[in-house]
């Protein structure tokens, strides 16, 4: 691990993230004070999943959902600090991460599947993949939100 | 507390509901703040049922029960609507506002409520393309493509919002003209890979909220409401892709990642 691969394979992307988390804040009308907060969540989210995925070599749904629950702590931070919905800071930190090329390949391949009567192995195979590893990484996703909420305030509100 | 009081309670209560439901908030959460409106204003005890798309309060005080159903139509993400709310409740429960003040509150927040502005939104979640584009291995010129058809594509998408087209038919639309768009970048050769300015520019209309929403009221025990927000996710994003399907159709450039 040199200082080069930590500023142009870490940091850089990292700091690029940054724009679709706060990007998508604005989309989903999160308020103007909270969005600071979504693109730290953002980078922080990103860069864990990185360092899992090229430091540790975890599978990227391992990796994902270690990242999602850096971000689901973070923003349970921030929720019981400013009494706001953790949604509103972790939704949209995880946008960099959701499986969207994944998603509509799968769903792109089905309808290829079915307009051109073409079912090869290759092509069947693809679409099998893209859609299994939607599906996990989504899970995943979620899961790591939701788990500080699901291991510490089993029975309370957190807001 | 005499019966009409009651009732404007459960109204209010409702109505709070209603709002966070109808802005993408998840079930456990809606729940939660909802009965802690309820018995914050005065009620004794309240149940919520939520399913699909309509939800049901049972409310108890003096031992008499008033219960109250109201549907729920989808109005589209905005996280400010439900952090109002639950700041609300917050402030009914610190014993800062009382029912006319939350009434005033919910009335603004249902009316008018506050929206950065739609020029500002197109510039930024286009940009948000250009840098998943980068994030995928692009160059300069893959995101400038990226950036055009995503720019595009979210005018049509919220000029289709504002008309109430359905969504389905939107996002198909959308993903139809903004596709076209980024294979213009296949088409003349633009940059090293342009392929993938095809697969960015489609990305701001990933259903992320609903299906993290589904995911996770599965997760905490809301089996239905959870199936209805996963069908709804899959539906849009199969409407997403029949529009990548007819523009590929269209502009000949097969073989989409």
């Given at each position: ?134 599906v ?24 | ?6 009732q ?50 049972s ?37 800062v ?10 009335r ?26 980068y ?42 003209v ?5 294979s ?5 050769e633009?940059?090293?890979h ?64």
């Amino acid at each position: 691990m040199d200082l080069n691969w930590v500023v142009l394979s870490l940091l850089l992307p990292m700091l690029v993230a940054v724009v679709p988390a706060v990007g998508f804040a604005v989309l989903f009308n999160v308020p103007i004070r909270f969005l600071k907060y979504c693109g730290i969540a953002g980078a922080m989210g990103y860069g864990t999943r990185i360092i899992a995925m090229q430091l540790l070599d975890f599978p990227i749904e391992i990796a994902s959902l270690a990242a999602a629950s850096v971000v689901g702590c973070l923003a349970m931070y921030w929720s019981r600090k400013f009494l706001a919905p953790v949604q509103v800071f972790a939704v949209a930190a995880v946008i960099p991460m959701i499986p969207g090329k994944f998603a509509f390949g799968a769903m792109v391949g089905l309808m290829e599947m079915n307009l051109h009567n073409h079912f090869d192995p290759a092509l069947m195979t693809d679409v099998l993949r893209l859609g299994l590893k939607t599906v996990f990484i989504l899970m995943c996703l979620a899961l790591g939100i939701a788990a500080p909420r699901l291991l510490f305030y089993r029975a309370k509100p957190v807001v | 507390m005499d019966e009409s009081a009651h009732q404007n309670i459960v109204r209010l209560a409702l109505w709070a509901g209603q709002l966070m439901l109808q802005h993408g908030a998840d079930t456990e959460l809606v729940e939660t703040t909802t009965h802690r409106l309820c018995t914050a204003l005065g009620a004794d005890w309240a149940d919520i049922a939520i399913s699909a798309n309509n939800i049901v309060i049972s409310s108890v005080s003096q031992k008499k029960f008033l219960t109250k159903v109201r549907r729920v139509v989808d109005r589209g993400i905005n996280l400010k609507v439900v952090c109002d709310v639950v700041g609300l409740t917050e402030m009914v429960e610190r014993g800062v506002a009382d029912t006319y003040m939350v009434e005033k509150r919910l009335r603004l927040l249902s009316d008018k409520p506050r929206k950065y502005n739609r020029w500002l939104v197109t510039f930024v979640v286009a940009l948000s393309c250009a840098c998943f584009c980068y994030l995928f291995g692009g160059g300069l010129q893959e995101c400038a493509v990226t950036f055009t058809a995503s720019l595009v594509g979210m005018v049509v998408r919220q000029s289709f919002a504002k008309h109430h087209i359905n969504p389905l038919i939107n996002f198909a639309v959308t993903a139809f003209v903004s596709t076209s768009v980024a294979s213009l970048g296949v088409l003349f050769e633009w940059g090293e890979h342009p392929r993938i300015a095809m697969a960015a520019t489609v990305l701001m209309l990933v259903p992320g909220l609903p299906s993290i929403n589904a995911v996770s009221d599965a997760v905490e025990g809301h089996i239905s409401v959870a199936l209805a927000r996963w069908t709804f996710a899959t539906m849009l994003i199969m409407a997403t892709g029949a529009g990548i399907m007819l523009a590929m159709t269209l502009t000949g450039v097969w073989s989409w990642i």
